[in-house]
């Protein structure tokens, strides 16, 4: 029999990772999960959670050693919108973060997962149906940081043979945490307005369109490429991924359509200039191809989904995002 996994998830308290943390214990149990964050205190009382900084490369390699490691989950960094506030100490968590991880992975054959995101691309890149291998000019610190960790990925595999994998997330929708300062972010704020029965101000404007994922898919996405035949993972930069794509007044529409208030005034900011350099449809025939990716979710269901939710639980988002 081969090892047992042990699976160390980092920024486990953020978006995607509160609700991947808890698909992994479902699927390998909690004792094999271990959670960390900045925060002393975790998402799920059932799962072990530790006080960890990134940056403190000795402290990961203590934890690695400690519990015997065989896969780490890199969820931390600084997103788009908040990493334009400060760019250097973005950069910093986003890279050195991401290394530190690496380095780790290669002396003690770890796997490894990272998120890339669309902000890899820019104004020169093709908007529509963006080919997995293209221009790229990313116009946002959070963007160079991404493209800059897909090199140290391609990297790290093909000079020392970690069994790194990556993909390249749109915005994604989840109800269960709080935003944690992305461009896209605008999706989720106006849909928790529609289920409250507020009007909502807008910092895009009205027809930027951009992909869109529900969390569910995101998830599953995750789980399905890090159990693929390492044969068949031939992108070890990253992966394009897609789903949906939709504009905030596609968006208001649906959210009329099955009956719910959206009231919208659109004020556009500093994000919008983050947002029209970013695709609005994403090609993925490569993540589909050749580990057999599909989404689940379209937009109506989405936001039926969503909408659902947080019209029961008047969701009031009380979790901290720190990760992408």
Same mark, same amino acid.
């Given at each position: 029999m081969g090892q047992a996994e042990k699976i160390l998830i980092i920024g486990a308290n953020g978006q995607i990772g509160t609700e991947l943390s808890r698909h992994i214990a479902n699927i390998y149990g909690n004792n094999?999960?271990?959670?960390?964050?900045?925060?002393?205190k975790g998402q799920h009382c059932d799962i072990e959670h530790l006080s960890f900084n990134i940056l403190d490369k000795s402290f990961l390699e203590e934890i690695v050693e400690k519990y015997s490691i065989t896969q780490i989950y890199n969820?931390?960094?600084?997103?788009?919108?908040? $990493?334009?506030?400060?760019?250097?100490?973005?950069?910093?968590?986003?890279?050195?973060?991401l290394l530190n991880v690496l380095d780790v992975a290669s002396d003690n054959n770890i796997k490894v997962f990272w998120p890339s995101s669309i902000a890899v691309f820019g104004p020169s890149t093709p908007a529509?149906?963006?080919?997995?291998q293209?221009?790229?000019e990313p116009s946002s610190v959070y963007g160079i940081s991404k493209l800059a960790g897909?090199?140290?990925?391609?990297?790290?595999?093909?000079?020392?043979?970690?069994?790194?994998?990556?993909?390249?997330?749109?915005?994604?929708?989840?109800?269960?945490?709080k935003p944690g300062g992305g461009t896209t972010d605008y999706a989720i704020?106006?849909?928790?307005?529609?289920?409250?029965?507020?009007?909502?101000?807008?910092?895009?404007?009205?027809?930027?369109?951009?992909?869109?994922?529900?969390?569910?898919?995101?998830?599953?996405?995750?789980?399905?490429?890090?159990?693929?035949?390492?044969?068949?993972?031939?992108?070890? $930069?990253?992966?394009?991924?897609?789903?949906?794509?939709?504009?905030?007044?596609?968006l208001t529409e649906e959210?009329?359509?099955? $009956?719910?208030?959206?009231?919208?005034?659109?004020?556009?900011?500093?994000?919008?200039?983050?947002?029209s350099s970013w695709p609005d449809t994403i090609d993925d025939c490569c993540?589909?191809?050749?580990?057999?990716?599909?989404?689940?979710?379209?937009?109506?269901?989405?936001?039926?989904?969503?909408?659902?939710?947080?019209?029961?639980a008047r969701c009031c988002f009380d979790n901290i995002a720190n990760t992408a």
């Open positions: 094999a999960v271990i959670t960390a964050d900045l925060s002393d969820l931390a960094a600084t997103l788009s919108a908040n $990493g334009e506030k400060n760019p250097k100490q973005s950069w910093e968590l986003n890279i050195n973060g529509h149906e963006t080919p997995q293209t221009i790229m897909e090199g140290w990925c391609r990297w790290y595999h093909l000079n020392r043979g970690v069994d790194v994998r990556s993909l390249r997330f749109p915005g994604l929708l989840s109800y269960k945490t704020d106006l849909l928790h307005s529609a289920a409250n029965n507020r009007p909502y101000e807008c910092f895009l404007e009205p027809d930027t369109i951009l992909p869109m994922m529900y969390m569910d898919d995101a998830v599953r996405a995750i789980i399905e490429l890090m159990n693929a035949p390492a044969q068949n993972i031939l992108e070890r $930069g990253s992966y394009n991924l897609a789903a949906i794509s939709f504009s905030p007044r596609q959210i009329q359509r099955q $009956g719910f208030y959206a009231s919208v005034v659109y004020r556009p900011d500093y994000r919008q200039k983050i947002a993540a589909r191809e050749q580990w057999g990716w599909k989404p689940a979710f379209d937009l109506q269901e989405t936001v039926r989904v969503m909408l659902e939710n947080m019209a029961t």
